[in-house]
């Protein structure tokens, strides 16, 4: 038995689409539903959730589906071809709305200037962050000669206005809070009304009054954080983000096509997802599958790190109000182009015999029927372990997916840096280490392996949440580092929660603990960016990590209570197959 490998390489053709069209979903369209359209994090979470949604209820329906069909360009294939041509014109659709809501927000408001405006005045503030010795970074630029002292002088001037100008801006909204307060003294207010009035009262405004108003000399470390943390996230991108949910209310055109557009676009990958999955196997006899799978997740994630390059060449990873238009066409041609050597090289029915010839020359039908036995009852302990085992995929999920759907507003906002690239050192930790992984595991065990992983990726999160934009590359280089830790504990989770879930599985019910497997998972990718967001509305930003840390961590409390589903210690055929991996 020998493995064609360029044969599985045009197959997986489909995959590596696949994965570049959902990692420029994910790092674009949470920016634009926020940033364009105005939408909180809630409500943005809601619609980053539809695709998971609409994928339980159709990735099983066109899997079926494509079980039935038979047409002279094989079950699979029709569906691959009209789901990614689809799925392609729609998504260059997108930026045609994106584009045109873009040039509203150009025409009608001062928001694009407002942004730029916001963003210098932060990095004149960043200057005023005091050392050990009391002297701010541009005066310590100054005594090192890095600037002279016109630049000295110049900056201190700006900082002051800034001063000055955050001062009205407090008064103006001490003015809003006391109409408000009076709202509240006649009754209009609830008692929730009241605790989050109160709540900014005591956190927000007061702060914000010490720190600017009364800081004229300066501020300390302390209160440059707050200012920083509290009143840019807060009033900066609150005001941004207001004004353009104003826009959006007011005319709601153009949000109904891009949503509308972006649900066409949604639907059209869900019909193929399945197919285009199953037709690896449909073509691969069952010994060599294993490396086949490997290879075409491998593909995954490639395409999802040529989906980050992308973004980042156009320079569209640190921007908020810029058109994706390059992105959207870039990413829908690449749609079509690998559309289209996938039908030049793979001819489906052809595959699918050869397949089969290759089963009666090794003689694998009749050893398959053999082996289809009635499936045995689990004993108690084992179903215990399978549910803990789906609790920590669950959890650890909704930890992980909260990261990756909002990093790429947060990447900007909170820390003043470019979300592609620690993304992209994330895919490329996680590529460098299948291997190693794969090793340890068998040394180990899966169960072990994972608690290292969730360790690591808990306390990744964990550490996140601390780092700030100070203004230097200090924080740049943290979250890179961050990041590909990142990358190696998500992938030793990754590498061995699948298999430990169909270990347990009877040979002809693999498909249904696969099932239990995609169907915990996709629950948590559907709640967690709708509860991710409800917090970081409740709170700000800044709750995410925390979030995710506390999520992962409870993962490692049930997956510690795990005693089955550890394959016995045998090392894989060939290093290729540490690569075969579930890639959702």
């Not at 005319?251 to 949604?266: N, Y």
């Not at 998972?521 to 995710?548: C, N, V």
Request: with cysteine.
């Amino acid at each position: 038995m020998k493995l064609n490998y360029k044969k599985v390489f045009f197959v997986g053709l489909a995959f590596f689409l696949i994965s570049m069209f959902w990692q420029t979903y994910d790092s674009v369209i949470t920016k634009i539903l926020i940033d364009k359209f105005g939408l909180n994090q809630t409500w943005s979470g809601v619609v980053m959730a539809l695709d998971n949604i609409l994928a339980l209820f159709l990735l099983p329906l066109f899997g079926g589906l494509s079980d039935k069909t038979n047409s002279k360009y094989g079950r699979r294939t029709p569906y691959i071809i009209i789901g990614t041509v689809v799925a392609a014109f729609a998504f260059v659709g997108l930026s045609f709305a994106d584009s045109y809501q873009t040039a509203k927000i150009e025409s009608e408001t001062t928001l694009v200037q407002e942004y730029e405006d916001y963003s210098h005045e932060k990095e004149v503030m960043q200057g005023a962050i005091l050392n050990k010795d009391g002297k701010t970074a541009m005066q310590v630029k100054f005594d090192n000669g890095d600037i002279t002292l016109i630049e000295y002088n110049l900056w201190l001037v700006e900082y002051n206005l800034n001063l000055v100008r955050w001062g009205l801006q407090i008064t103006d909204l001490k003015a809003e809070k006391d109409e408000e307060q009076a709202a509240r003294d006649g009754g209009l207010f609830d008692g929730i009304a009241t605790f989050f009035y109160n709540r900014w009262v005591e956190q927000t405004y007061q702060p914000m009054r010490d720190a600017v108003i009364d800081g004229g000399d300066g501020l300390t470390r302390e209160e440059y954080s707050y200012w920083s943390d509290e009143i840019y996230d807060g009033i900066y991108d609150g005001n941004l983000s207001e004004k353009a949910w104003q826009m959006t209310a007011e005319k709601p055109g153009t949000f109904i096509v891009f949503f509308l557009v972006l649900l066409l676009a949604l639907v059209s990958m869900a019909t193929f997802r399945s197919p285009a999955v199953a037709l690896m196997p449909d073509v691969t006899i069952k010994p060599l599958r294993s490396k086949a799978n490997a290879i075409i997740n491998l593909m995954g994630t490639f395409g999802g790190i040529l989906s980050i390059a992308i973004l980042a060449l156009f320079g569209l990873s640190k921007l908020s109000y810029v058109a994706y238009t390059a992105a959207f066409v870039t990413v829908g041609v690449l749609m079509l182009v690998l559309l289209g050597i996938f039908l030049w090289q793979v001819r489906e029915p052809k595959l699918v015999l050869e397949r089969i010839e290759e089963e009666k020359q090794f003689g694998l039908t009749e050893e398959e029927e053999k082996t289809d036995e009635p499936v045995q009852e689990m004993s108690k302990e084992k179903r215990k372990s399978l549910g803990l085992i789906l609790a920590s995929v669950f959890l650890w999920f909704i930890g992980y997916n909260a990261v990756t759907t909002k990093f790429s507003d947060y990447a900007p906002k909170v820390l003043g840096m470019d979300f592609s690239l620690p993304l992209l050192i994330a895919q490329g930790a996680a590529l460098v280490a299948f291997v190693p992984i794969g090793f340890l595991a068998t040394k180990i065990g899966r169960r072990k392996t994972i608690l290292i992983g969730i360790t690591l990726l808990a306390s990744c999160f964990l550490l996140a949440s601390f780092i700030r934009d100070t203004g230097s590359g200090v924080t740049t280089i943290l979250m890179y580092i961050l990041f590909a830790f990142t990358g190696i504990g998500w992938a030793t989770i990754n590498v061995n929660s699948y298999p430990m879930v169909v270990e347990l599985s009877k040979g002809s019910n693999v498909g249904k603990y696969t099932g239990f497997y995609y169907t915990f998972s996709m629950a948590a990718q559907i709640l967690t960016p709708i509860l991710s967001g409800i917090l970081m509305d409740a709170f700000d930003r800044k709750i995410l990590f925390p979030y995710a840390a506390l999520f992962v961590a409870a993962a490692f409390i049930t997956m510690f209570f795990v005693k089955h589903g550890d394959a016995q210690v045998i090392k894989k055929a060939s290093t290729l197959e540490n690569f075969d991996v579930d890639m959702d």
